[in-house]
């Protein structure tokens, strides 16, 4: 294969994933009838079809395995989603709403979840952890929780930039406070790198 015809599909399955994200965000918020399996297809027998090639090029092997790493992550909370809707209860990506109309509550204040990183790539069932959380706290006070996407690049952004300023871990911390979600991180001193 060419360098600029690996180029094009690695750009092609880029597109494909950003599609395929949407797609099950919308089924998810219920505005598609049925999961997009067909986008889920293609995806699939794209990275299938670069998998089991030979990519010469360092940054293109990196650049896929990038990718590949990002749809492996999708798929297992999208199928995590998936099983909970089936079995009728709140998951990663879906909320039950009651038959009964809510009364109008403040959620009490409270520490919802604490995570520490030192590489948030390598600590995913962390930090999928950590995104039902801050998901679950946002919906309680009537908010939507983050693309998972967006919530793991500003994690893995963080625990970089603080990393770069000497701390070798990270926390990250999901509460409820005046009725509002704050989620933050500080870096954790005194850690052995």
């Not at 962390?126 to 693309?147: C, F, H, I, N, Q």
């Amino acid at each position: 294969m060419s360098r600029i015809t690996i180029d094009k599909d690695l750009t092609r399955l880029e597109g494909e994933l950003k599609q395929l994200e949407a797609e099950y965000n919308m089924y998810f918020s219920g505005r598609l009838p049925r999961p997009p399996w067909e986008t889920r297809t293609r995806v699939e027998n794209l990275v299938k079809q670069y998998d089991r090639a030979y990519i010469t090029n360092t940054g293109d092997r990196f650049r896929f395995s990038t990718l590949q790493h990002r749809f492996a992550t999708f798929i297992d909370l999208w199928d995590k989603g998936l099983r909970a809707k089936e079995e009728g209860r709140p998951g990663p990506l879906t909320h039950i709403r009651s038959k009964e109309p809510e009364r109008q509550k403040r959620p009490e204040d409270r520490i919802v979840h604490v995570a520490a990183f030192r590489d948030p790539v390598r600590e995913i069932d962390k930090l999928t952890d950590l995104y039902e959380s801050l998901a679950e706290a946002r919906r309680e006070v009537g908010g939507d929780a983050p693309p998972f996407h967006k919530f793991a690049e500003l994690v893995k952004n963080q625990v970089e930039k603080l990393r770069e300023a000497g701390t070798p871990e990270v926390a990250f911390r999901v509460a409820v406070k005046d009725g509002k979600v704050s989620f933050t991180a500080r870096g954790l001193k005194g850690v052995d790198d």
